[in-house]
């Protein structure tokens, strides 16, 4: 299928893992272990904060959402995985679209959940007298949904420009899923602009949240360092120890 136009393009085909030699039952099998494992996990923790009402703290409400995130930004890819194993290998064009554009949705947002985990861990450990009045259970669910809105903006110029792209070489995606990249690599169009925008949009992701989860620690281990018991110390890096 090249030397394809887009109008003619109706779906992609995912190399994923190619010359497995047989071992694809093997791979599905342990793939279908892990997904599991990830599910039963993170539905555990979930379980367990909503039940007992002494972890319904930031904290812990923080560690319950980024659960429930982590069961969706894992259900994006690992389901096609197994089914490509299978022999399918196929995706139509709006579903590619579909899973690069919930793929960074929901890593974006995970990028910054853990950044107002960070901040969290900073106010208790560096303002504890603060603490309590700052951070609110509903200055918890304020922050988790301002990084939800984050994530959820964060990848649509990419987006939006990449449906203004013309596949007319392959259709064949060599990758384990959809992504930026791997789909550029099949478009006949000038990509020139995609890929300064996708470079520019991820590094100020990156670098703001780095900068701020750096930011954080640094004052946590420095604040941490001058109390004087090395049981006052444990104490106060152990309730980093849920994130």
């Known amino acids: 299928m090249t030397s394809l136009n887009q109008s003619l393009v109706t779906q992609f085909i995912i190399i994923g893992f190619p010359d497995l030699g047989g071992t694809e039952g093997l791979l599905f099998t342990l793939l279908t272990l892990v997904y599991v494992f990830t599910l039963s996990g993170n ?94 259970n509903s200055c918890c669910f304020q922050l988790a949904a301002g990084c939800w809105v984050i994530g959820l903006f964060g990848p649509l110029t990419q987006i939006l420009l990449l449906s203004h792209l013309s596949f007319c070489r392959s259709n064949k995606i ?43 620690y640094m004052k946590i281990i420095s604040t941490v360092l001058k109390i004087k018991t090395s049981e006052g110390r444990k104490k106060a890096f152990s309730t980093c120890g849920a994130h």
């Open 174 to 216: 060599e990758h384990i899923f959809c992504d930026f990249t791997p789909m550029m690599k099949l478009s006949c169009s000038d990509t020139s602009l995609n890929v300064m925008v996708d470079f520019a949009i991820n590094l100020l992701i990156i670098f703001v949240s780095f900068v701020c989860i750096i930011m954080s």
């Open 43 to 136: 539905v555990l923790v979930i379980t367990l904060i909503c039940t007992h009402h002494h972890l319904h703290v930031p904290l812990y409400i923080f560690v319950a959402i980024l659960s429930f995130l982590e069961i969706w930004y894992t259900g994006v890819t690992i389901p096609k995985m197994l089914v490509n194993l299978l022999n399918e290998k196929t995706i139509s064009y709006a579903g590619c679209f579909l899973q690069i554009y919930f793929l960074h949705c929901f890593g974006i947002t995970e990028t910054y959940l853990l950044t107002a985990m960070a901040y969290d861990r900073y106010m208790a450990i560096c303002n504890p007298l603060r603490y309590p009045s700052v951070m609110t």
